[in-house]
């Protein structure tokens, strides 16, 4: 086996990474599966009243910027975990720069 595998192997850096993205992954599960009914919810809240609700807005909005620090995460363009380890976002607080 190479040196540099086995040093990698024995860093508990390394371990403790590995479990955090498992943990996250899970929450990546369940907060998309929330994303997707709450999409439903404003989609019928739409259909219904004309309007979508705008008192769950906020937190559709905190939702998507939790959803983007998970992917951050989980794709090592963070090195931070995400909440529970850090704030829940405030509404609007990752913003998402394209290049022109």
Known sequence: MDERLKTNLRRQ???QRAAYMLVF???LGFA???AALLALFQLGALLLTGTPNERLRPFAASLTSYLYQLWRYQTFVSERPPFPFADWPEPGS?????PN
């Open 94 to 98: 990752e913003r998402i720069v394209l």
């Open 25 to 27: 992954a899970v929450i």
């Open 13 to 15: 850096s390394f371990w």
């Open 32 to 34: 998309g599966s929330l």
